[in-house]
């Protein structure tokens, strides 16, 4: 029994000491279970911070190649961490976007195992090009063995950008002509150029970063730097700072030495102020020489009688005078207040047909095209207008556009006409009587049984009219160059009109009779005193004379009168012929000007009668005119100044 008690009570013992064992076993358990929810929690919140933080880590193995990323590396590189193991640094792009020189350096120290750090090289990310920043250290087991290196990387593409821009913006500043001053919103001098500290050297200590403006300005006001405060300090001083706290349009300073600056004031980001100064002195020379010569060329382009327009690269009309719009016959201010000038332009000549028929627009983009690829070139081209125009075309060098000069050639082209109907003429008037000449010189030359005196006498007359007529002919030419030469000279004496009248009737009166008109005189003669050359007075009035005689139906007469208008006298010549057609009007005192040049043989002339009447009416400061009467034929009368009445 007693063996039994004790057994039972030893087997109770390690039952209890089992319990105990167990309870220990399940404490331990829970213990460890509790320790790897906690590690499974710092893992996660880990992983959490790695995800947030700008900062990845990695681990390189002995040779260098990558054993480890953290997670968020993918967020900057695009790539999985996954991705790098295996690889070295070369082999993940690096040395392609630094300099070979920063490369060897870096292999370097990772070849004598040393720390290294703001290590920087670019690497594409999903946003595109990132700045990277490296860090690491080398890694030694407990037998100093090098097991690899661990670091981290961060982005510092922000911070990059950053300092290069404020790196290239004091580089701009420095390059600058212009002094250039930033004031921060406290207004405190924030940072400036070497131009700033130059332009302010007597108050150098006053262009510090931190100086107050106010302490520059007044330290320039102590050293009397802007002339227009002087005696009136605190007045500019207040007006200085309103325009600073209120900026607006560019001002002008003077500066005690003379330089003047043109001074640009503006708010940017964060409340600063930046102030721009640029020395002007010799800019306001220029520009009021420029002013002047832009004057002067502006004054040169609207007397020069040709049209000038000039297109630039992109064929915008840059420069143009009044006279393109004229000879051209267009609508200026059409054109010119028009969105796109030189299409306006273009499209109102298309319009009116002046590049043939077709579609405007069109017609506009071939004329364009043709102006870019245009060369040296001269034209002559009839507009629709009638109106005959000379054109050059002269490409500005390096292809930065174009000028066109138009001439307006219509008087040139009717003069040449005019002229070619002239020689025609001449031609004509001078064979005719040189043909009668020799007809009848010859006659009397070789003779004949049936040439009696008589017959000879005829033929003789006949020949010494034909002289006359000759001798007039030249007369007229010579005029024409003595007057194109001013070379007509005048003797100028006090003569009688009414002496005039009848001595010029009686010289022409056989010139009348061989048209079969009688000249007559109408009414009294004043008996007045004009001052003139007497032979060019009578050449006026035997011109309009025999103009009337030549265009005087036979047996009419051509009236001659003469009266007092106000200071002057009018002698006036009325034929009863066709008249003057009114388009020929505005021509009737043009050299070579016919009446009838449809026909230029129907009545003897060159057409330079008139012409040199005018001449000599402007010589003698006189009046040439005429006038279509209502009930048939012309009045042309001149105009003379009265010097004194006859005795």
């Known amino acids: 029994m007693t063996q039994v008690q004790d057994s039972n009570e030893r087997l109770m013992d390690e039952i209890d000491r089992l319990r105990r064992r167990i309870a220990v076993l399940e404490a331990s358990v829970a213990e460890r279970s509790e320790r790897e929810q906690d590690l499974s929690d710092q893992v996660a919140r880990y992983e959490s911070f790695l995800n947030i933080n700008p900062v990845w880590f990695w681990e390189t193995g002995k040779d260098l190649r990558f054993t480890y990323f953290s997670p968020n590396v993918t967020t900057f590189t695009g790539v999985s961490p996954e991705w790098h193991y295996g690889k070295t640094r070369a082999e993940i792009g690096i040395p392609g976007s630094i300099s070979p020189e920063t490369w060897q350096r870096h292999l370097e120290t990772l070849q004598r195992r040393e720390p290294f750090s703001d290590f920087i090289f670019q690497r594409s990310g999903p946003d595109g090009i990132k700045w990277i920043c490296a860090n690491g250290v080398p890694v030694f087991d407990e037998a100093s063995v090098f097991q690899g290196y661990r670091g981290t990387g961060s982005d510092i593409t922000d911070q990059i950008t950053a300092s290069s821009r404020i790196d290239t913006l004091i580089a701009a500043m420095e390059q600058l002509y212009e002094t250039v001053v930033l004031w921060d919103q406290d207004d405190r001098l924030l940072v400036c150029n070497d131009r700033f500290r130059e332009f302010n050297a007597a108050i150098i200590e006053h262009t510090e970063p931190g100086t107050p403006l106010e302490a520059h300005l007044r330290a320039a006001l102590a050293k009397n730097l802007y002339p227009e405060a002087i005696g009136r300090e605190e007045e500019w001083f207040a007006e200085r700072m309103r325009r600073y706290r209120n900026p607006g349009e560019p001002f002008e300073v003077e500066r005690q030495d003379g330089q003047w600056v043109l001074v640009h004031e503006r708010r940017v980001v964060g409340g600063v102020t930046a102030a721009t100064a640029t020395d002007i002195t010799d800019l306001k020379t220029v520009a009021r020489a420029g002013r002047e010569k832009a004057a002067i060329l502006e004054t040169a382009l609207e007397t020069i009688p040709d049209g000038i327009q000039v297109l630039d690269r992109d064929l915008n009309l840059t420069v143009w005078n009044d006279q393109l719009f004229t000879i051209l016959e267009m609508d200026r201010d059409a054109v010119l207040q028009a969105d796109n000038p030189r299409r306006a332009f273009f499209r109102a000549l298309a319009e009116r047909g002046e590049y043939g028929d077709g579609d405007p627009d069109e017609l506009v983009a071939a004329r364009e095209h043709y102006i870019r690829t245009m060369t040296p070139v001269r034209f002559v081209r009839q507009l629709i207008t009638g109106k005959w125009i000379e054109g050059r075309g002269i490409p500005i060098e390096h292809g930065e ?231 048939g034929g012309t009045n042309f009368y001149f105009e003379l100044p009265i010097v004194s009445a006859a005795d």
């Open 401 to 631: 556009g174009y000028v066109t000069v138009y001439r307006d050639i219509t008087e040139r082209r009717r003069l040449d006409r005019m002229q070619r109907e002239f020689v025609s003429t001449v031609s004509h008037e001078l064979r005719t009587p040189l043909t009668s000449i020799y007809g009848s010189l010859s006659l009397i030359k070789n003779g004949g049984s049936d040439l009696s005196p008589d017959n000879t006498s005829q033929l003789i007359d006949i020949a010494h009219k034909n002289c006359e007529r000759l001798v007039s002919l030249i007369n007229d030419i010579l005029d024409i160059g003595k007057i194109h030469d001013g070379k007509m000279f005048f003797r100028m004496e006090p003569v009688s009109i009414s002496d005039l009248i009848r001595n010029t009737i009686e010289l022409n009166a056989g010139f009348g009779e061989q048209h079969s008109v009688s000249f007559e005189i109408k009414g009294r003669l004043p008996n007045e005193l004009v001052r003139g050359d007497a032979d060019r007075l009578v050449q006026v009035l035997t011109n309009l004379l025999s103009n009337a005689a030549k265009y005087s139906p036979p047996g009419g007469a051509v009236e001659i009168s003469a009266a007092r208008i106000g200071s002057c006298i009018r002698v006036s010549v009325r034929d009863w012929g066709p008249g003057i057609p009114p388009e020929f009007r505005d021509k009737i005192f043009d050299r070579f000007a016919r009446v009838d040049s449809t026909d230029a043989r129907a009545v003897q002339g060159t057409g330079l009668g008139l012409y040199i009447c005018k001449a000599i009416m402007d010589q003698h400061e006189g009046v040439l005119g005429f006038e279509t009467m209502a009930d």
